[in-house]
């Protein structure tokens, strides 16, 4: 099997075409995400849902933003605690030695969850997966995820300026939360490219 690796024109054509097309789907799932947040046992599965929308849009599905409060979410909630706490712990050891290896761990291990439930594969192995899959694309990965952070802080940046001239408390808050949920689909989109793209690297 010939190995893949991310390829930088067809991941922003990827994120422009799914953004587009699932762009209101999205910031609904994000918003709802954000006001039922604090609400006990249901906030683990819409996070589930939230982390896994990703998988969909690669799939070329127009997502229901209602979708995020499916019990079959709250299913795997053992599983993806175990994997979020092995990947957060050997993250987070790897950030010890001066950074860099804990920005490649974090990379290699960010298609955990998708093996986890897309693939039905149990923690460890998903864990594996995932670092198989991004072989030799964890550079390109964090290229163009930096591209979107520096592309972000401008925009919040300009966001901020308008909402200063505005002067407008309410405003202020309801841009504020659009931005955050127009910029979390976009990272999305980004993610379900990558996801596209590497998924099948591994067996």
Known sequence: METKTINFGETLKDALVIGLKNAPS?????????????????????????????????????????????????????????????????????????????????????FSVYYLIEKNKNPMEAI??????????????????????????IVYFIVAMICGLINSGFVTVVLMVLLVAVLASVSMAISASFWRQLKDNVA
């Open 26 to 110: 999205l910031i609904a799932a994000v918003l709802l995400w954000i006001v039922t947040i604090w609400i006990p046992y249901l906030n683990v599965g819409t996070t589930i849902a939230i982390s896994l929308l990703p998988t969909e849009l690669a799939k070329g599905n127009v997502i229901n933003p209602l979708g995020i409060f499916d019990s079959k979410y709250r299913r795997y909630m053992g599983e993806y605690l175990l994997t979020v706490a092995l990947t957060a712990l050997g993250t987070y050891l790897a950030f010890i030695f001066l950074i860099i290896p804990g920005i490649v761990l974090s990379i290699a291990w960010s």
């Open 128 to 153: 594996k997966a995932s670092n198989d899959a991004t072989y030799g694309s964890k550079w390109a990965m964090f290229g163009i995820s930096l591209l979107f952070v520096i592309a972000a802080v």
